[in-house]
C-alpha cells in the first residue's frame, strides 16, 4: 500500500521529466502521456482512497532515517485524490485550451511539478519533505502564473503571490527549526506522539513550544490561504491562464486549512491560538465578502469570494471543526474549479443566447417589475428567524444529542441560520409574484444543504479524528470564555438583526438619507472601493525599501 | 601572522563589509569570464582556509558585523540591474553567513562543501552574464527583455540558475541556511530572523533579475539562443547540484 502512494506521487514527476526530455521529438501530442499520467495517478490515488476508507491504520514510508517520509494516513490519501482529482480536470481542459500557447509543453512540465509539489506537501511525513515541498508551490507557482512570458502585468501579480508564500514559508521553516530542537527528530509521527505523551514539557522564550509552533504554523497557513492583510495577492492574480486561476483556487489556496490539519496535535494544546485564528478567520471572512460585494471587476470579485470562503475555512479550524475545514476545502474546490473552467464556455454560450429562464426571479432581477403587495412584514420577520433556526437544531440533534455542548458547533449554527435567514430575507425583498413558492423552495434548499453538510461533515470527522476523545479535546481546545464567548454572540446577532432592520427602514422610506450620513456611507464605500487600502500600504512600502537600495548603492558607489 | 590580521583577512574573502567591497571591485573589473568564473569558485574557499587557521575566540562585533553584511547586500541587490554585479552581491550576502557556522566549530571539510556548493550556482550565472554580454552587448536587467520568446533555451537555464542561487530547495543554499536557522533558533534567534528576512530579500532580488530578463515580446532582431550540448551541460551540473543538496540535507540536517 506504501508502494501505492508513493508510485501515486512520483508519476507526476516522471511525467514532467518525460515531456521537458521528449518534446522536441515528439511534439505537442506529448501532453497526452501527461493526461494518461494525471489519470493513473487518480485511479490508485483512489484506490488508495478506498483502502483508508476500510479502516487500516496509518502506515509512515521512510527513504532516509526521520527524513523523506511518506505518510500514508486518512488526511494525506483524502487529499492526495482530491489534487489528483482537480489536476486531472485541470490536465483535460488544458489540453485544448492552451493549444495556441508557444509553451505548452512547458506548461505541462510546471502542472505535472505542481502536482507532485502538491502530493509531496499532503503526504509528507517529516518536517523536511514538508517544508520542501510548500516552499516549491509557492515557487511553481510563480512560474504557472507568469506563463505568458510577454505580458508584464501577470508577472507583476505573479511576484506578489510569490512574495507573500515566501512570506509564509518563514514561520514554517521556524516551526520546524523549533520542533527539530526540542525533539531531535524530523519525524512528524514521533513528534506529534512525544507532544501528546508531554504537551507541556519544552518552553520557548518563556512560552509553551506547542504555543509557539501553533502560531507560526498558523501564520504560515495565513499566508497561503490569503488571510486578511496577507490576502492582496489573490483577487489580482487573474491575468494567469484560467486553468492556473481553477488549479489556484480549487487546490493551492485552500492549502492554510492543510496544514492547520497536519498539525492539529500541536493545536490541541494551544487553545488561546486556535481562538486568535478563529478572530483572523472571521474578519477575512467578513472583508472578503465585503470586498466581493463591491467589486466591479467580475475576475476580482471571484478573487475576494475566495478569500471570504478561506476566511470560513480558517475559522471553521478555529472553532475546533477542523475537518469541517477540510470538507468545507473540497467542496469549495469543486464550486470554485468548476466556476472558472465553465466561464469560457458560458461566455461563449451567451452570445448566441443569454439562457436566462424568463421566471420570476428574471421578471424581479431584469425587467424590475417587483410584485406591488407585500406579505406583513412581522411574519416574515418570524419566519426568517425561527426556520432556518429549527431546521439546524433539528439536522444537529439527528447526528449527537450533546452537539450543543461544544461551543464550535454553536459558532456553526449561528452562521448557518444567519444564512439560512439572509436567505429567506432576501426572498421577501424579491416580492415576488408567488412568495410562499418560493420561500417554500429556499426552505427546501436550506434543508438539503444542512441534512448533507450535517452529515458528510460528520462522516468526515469520522474518517480524519476517528478517535472521539481527540475530536472532544479539539473542541474543547478551541472553547471561549463563556462570558466573552455569550457576548459575542449576542453582539453579531443583534448587529446582523440591526443590518435586517435598517435595511426594512430604507425599503419604507424609499431609501432617504441625511447629509452627514450620505456622506459617512461614501466615505464608507471609498474605504471599500480602495480595498482599506492595503494594497496601496504595501506598494508603499516597497517604493520606500526600493529607494532606499537605490539610494544605498549610490553611496556605497555600487561596490 | 597575527589572528586579528587573519580575521581581517578572512573578511575579504569571506566577505564583511567594508572589507566587501573589495571582492565586489574585483568581480566588476575583471572582464574574462574564465578568471571571473574561477575567483567566484576559489574567493570563499581562500575564506574557508584563512578561517580554519584562526584560533583565538572572534571578537564579539563578528556577528553583528556578519549580520550586517548580508542584510546590506540584500536590500542593495534589489535596485542592481547589471547581472555580474548582481551575482558579486548576492554571493557577499550569502558568504557573509558562512561566518555563522565557523563561529559554531563547523568542521573545515563541511565549510569547504558549505563553499562550493554555495558558490556554483554563482558561478553559471557569471557564465550566463557573459553569454548575455556576448549577445547583447550588456547584460543589464529591463533594457531588452523578453529572453523567454528570443532565446528560450538560454532563458530557461537563466531561471534555474537565479533559482538555485536564491536558495530554493532542493540546492544546497536551502539546506546550509536550513541548518543555520536549526542551530541557532533556540539560543540566538536575532540571527534566525535575520537569515529569514535575507532569503526573503534574495527571492525578492531574484524575481526582479528574471522579470527583468525574460519577460516582454521578443526581439526582431535574430539573436542566438544556446546550443543544444551547453543546455545539457548546464542541467548536468544544476542536477549534481540538487543531487548534491538532497545528499547534503542528509548529512547536515
Not at chain 1, 443569454?354 to 406579505?375: M, S, W
Request: net charge neutral; hydrophobic share 55%; proline share 3%.
Amino acid at each position: 500500500m506504501e508502494r501505492l502512494i508513493i508510485t501515486v506521487a512520483v508519476l507526476p514527476l516522471i511525467s514532467a521529466l518525460f515531456i521537458q526530455l521528449f518534446a522536441g521529438q515528439f511534439g505537442r501530442s506529448i501532453v497526452k502521456v501527461s493526461v494518461a499520467v494525471t489519470t493513473i495517478g487518480f485511479l490508485l490515488s483512489l484506490v488508495a482512497l478506498g483502502v483508508a476508507l476500510m479502516g487500516n491504520d496509518p502506515v509512515a514510508m521512510s527513504m532516509t532515517g526521520d527524513k523523506g517520509i511518506i505518510l500514508f494516513d486518512p488526511l494525506g490519501t483524502l487529499l492526495a485524490a482530491i489534487i489528483m482529482g482537480i489536476s486531472l480536470i485541470v490536465h483535460l481542459y488544458s489540453v485544448r485550451y492552451m493549444a495556441e500557447e508557444e509553451a505548452y509543453g512547458q506548461f505541462f512540465v510546471l502542472l505535472d511539478l505542481m502536482t507532485a509539489a502538491l502530493l509531496f506537501m499532503v503526504v509528507a511525513g517529516d518536517l523536511i519533505t514538508l517544508v520542501i515541498s510548500w516552499y516549491l508551490v509557492g515557487v511553481l507557482l510563480y512560474f504557472l502564473l507568469g506563463q505568458d512570458t510577454r505580458s508584464q502585468t501577470a508577472y507583476r501579480f505573479a511576484f506578489w503571490t510569490l512574495i507573500t508564500y515566501r512570506v509564509g514559508d518563514l514561520p514554517l521553516i521556524l516551526a520546524a527549526a523549533l520542533l527539530f530542537n526540542a525533539y531531535d527528530t524530523w519525524s512528524l509521527t514521533t513528534i506529534f506522539a512525544e507532544i501528546s505523551a508531554n504537551p507541556y514539557t519544552h518552553q520557548i522564550f518563556g512560552l509553551p513550544l506547542t504555543e509557539v509552533v501553533a502560531v507560526l504554523i498558523g501564520l504560515a497557513a495565513f499566508a497561503r490561504s490569503a488571510q486578511f492583510l496577507l490576502h492582496t495577492w489573490l483577487p489580482y492574480t487573474m491575468d494567469g491562464p484560467t486553468p492556473v486561476s481553477a488549479l489556484m483556487h480549487a487546490g493551492i489556496v485552500n492549502a492554510g486549512g492543510f496544514l492547520i490539519n497536519r498539525f492539529a496535535p500541536v493545536f490541541v494544546h494551544s487553545g488561546d491560538v486556535l481562538n486568535w485564528i478563529f478572530i483572523v478567520g472571521l474578519i477575512t471572512a467578513i472583508f472578503g465578502s465585503l470586498l466581493m460585494l463591491t467589486q466591479n471587476d467580475i475576475k476580482k470579485a471571484l478573487g475576494y469570494s475566495t478569500m471570504g470562503q478561506m476566511g470560513f475555512m480558517i475559522m471553521e479550524c478555529g472553532i475546533g471543526a477542523f475537518s469541517l475545514a477540510i470538507y468545507h476545502m473540497f467542496a469549495h474546490g469543486v464550486f470554485k474549479g468548476t466556476m472558472f473552467l465553465s466561464a469560457g464556455g458560458v461566455i461563449n454560450d451567451a452570445r448566441h443566447d443569454d439562457g436566462i429562464p424568463k421566471d420570476e426571479l428574471y421578471t424581479f432581477a431584469v425587467e424590475k417589475q417587483p410584485n406591488k403587495a407585500r406579505q406583513p412584514w412581522l411574519l416574515m420577520a418570524a419566519i426568517t428567524l425561527v426556520v432556518p433556526l429549527v431546521i439546524l437544531v433539528l439536522a444537529h440533534l439527528l447526528i449527537a444529542q450533546d452537539y450543543f455542548q461544544k461551543q464550535g458547533a454553536v459558532v456553526l449554527l449561528f452562521f448557518g441560520w444567519v444564512t439560512g435567514a439572509q436567505l429567506i430575507f432576501a426572498t421577501y425583498r424579491m416580492r415576488s409574484q408567488n412568495i410562499w413558492r418560493l420561500v417554500g423552495l429556499s426552505v427546501l434548499s436550506l434543508v438539503v444543504v444542512v441534512l448533507g453538510y450535517v452529515f458528510i461533515s460528520h462522516a468526515f470527522d469520522l474518517f480524519l479524528y476517528p478517535d472521539e476523545a481527540f475530536r472532544a479535546q479539539l473542541y474543547a481546545a478551541a472553547s471561549f470564555d463563556l462570558l466573552r464567548f455569550d457576548v459575542l454572540v449576542v453582539v453579531t446577532t443583534l448587529i446582523i438583526v440591526f443590518g435586517w432592520l435598517m435595511t426594512y427602514y430604507s425599503e419604507q422610506n424609499g431609501y432617504r438619507r441625511t447629509q452627514s450620513s450620505r456622506r459617512l456611507w461614501l466615505n464608507f464605500y471609498a474605504l471599500i472601493s480602495r480595498e482599506f487600502y492595503v494594497s496601496d500600504i504595501y506598494t508603499r512600502l516597497t517604493r520606500t525599501i526600493l529607494a532606499l537600495s537605490g539610494r544605498l548603492n549610490v553611496w556605497l558607489r555600487w561596490l | 601572522m597575527s589572528d586579528t590580521l587573519l580575521v581581517i583577512l578572512a573578511g575579504i574573502f569571506l566577505p564583511l563589509f567594508p572589507m566587501s567591497m573589495l571582492f565586489n571591485a574585483v568581480i566588476d573589473k575583471t572582464t574574462n569570464a574564465l578568471a571571473r568564473s574561477i575567483i567566484i569558485v576559489v574567493w570563499p574557499l581562500c575564506g574557508v582556509v584563512i578561517v580554519s587557521n584562526i584560533t583565538v575566540a572572534q571578537p564579539i562585533w563578528l556577528v553583528p558585523l556578519v549580520l550586517f553584511t548580508s542584510t546590506l547586500y540584500a536590500v542593495r541587490i534589489l535596485t542592481l540591474r547589471d547581472v555580474t554585479q548582481w551575482t558579486g552581491f548576492l554571493a557577499t550576502s550569502l558568504w557573509a553567513l558562512l561566518w555563522i557556522p565557523v563561529l559554531q566549530g563547523t568542521s573545515a571539510e563541511l565549510l569547504y562543501s558549505y563553499a562550493v556548493s554555495m558558490a556554483l550556482p554563482l558561478m553559471l550565472l557569471v557564465t550566463l552574464s557573459t553569454g548575455l554580454q556576448k549577445r547583447f552587448g550588456a547584460a543589464y536587467t529591463d533594457l531588452y527583455g523578453g529572453l523567454a520568446r528570443t532565446i528560450p533555451r538560454f532563458s530557461g537555464v537563466l531561471v534555474v540558475v537565479v533559482v538555485a542561487a536564491v536558495a530554493t530547495p532542493v540546492f544546497p543554499s536551502f539546506f546550509i541556511l536550513f541548518d543555520i536557522v536549526v542551530e541557532t533558533i533556540a539560543t540566538e534567534p536575532a540571527i534566525s530572523s535575520v537569515l529569514l528576512l535575507n532569503w526573503l530579500l534574495w527571492s525578492w532580488a531574484g524575481a526582479r533579475l528574471i522579470q527583468g530578463l525574460i519577460v516582454g515580446r521578443a526581439s526582431q532582431v535574430k539573436i542566438l539562443d544556446m546550443a543544444k550540448p551547453t543546455v545539457g551541460l548546464y542541467a548536468i551540473v544544476l542536477l549534481g547540484l540538487a543531487a548534491g543538496g538532497l545528499y547534503m540535507s542528509g548529512e547536515i540536517l
